[in-house]
């Protein structure tokens, strides 16, 4: 997943502080090309991929429902919520009440919404 960011500072913070991500990849670029972050879990098949354009920044537009949901198979410890929310983030009642019934949805930095769900995902 790609999106993005108008600090990419204040993001690595929210998930790597926050959320326990790693830094998988960093391009800071002061020129014409965009500096990229790439956040996730080691060795996992997926990632969050930052982008930002010092010379054409984009203003992220995240409705109420663009999710990145992260089934966490346990419920959400409030010590979590409370700790994103010191990195960051705001905790913000869901559009779908789902969300609010099997998880916690928090903002982050740039208004993109992260759904903590106690639900697992298996395949």
Known sequence: MARPSLNLRAAEHFYTAGLNL???YRHDSAGEEASLLMLGVIGAA??????HLATHPVLPTPTEDDLLVL???SPVEP???????E?????VPALNPYWDT???TIQD???YRLVL???????
């Open 117 to 123: 769900c106690r639900r697992a995902w298996t395949v």
């Open 22 to 24: 790693s830094v998988l």
């Open 109 to 111: 930095p740039d208004g």
């Open 71 to 73: 089934y966490l198979g």
């Open 79 to 85: 010590s979590l919520i409370q700790h994103l929310i």
């Open 87 to 91: 990195c960051g983030g705001t905790h």
């Open 46 to 51: 997926w990632h969050l991929e930052l982008t």
């Open 102 to 104: 099997y998880g916690v």
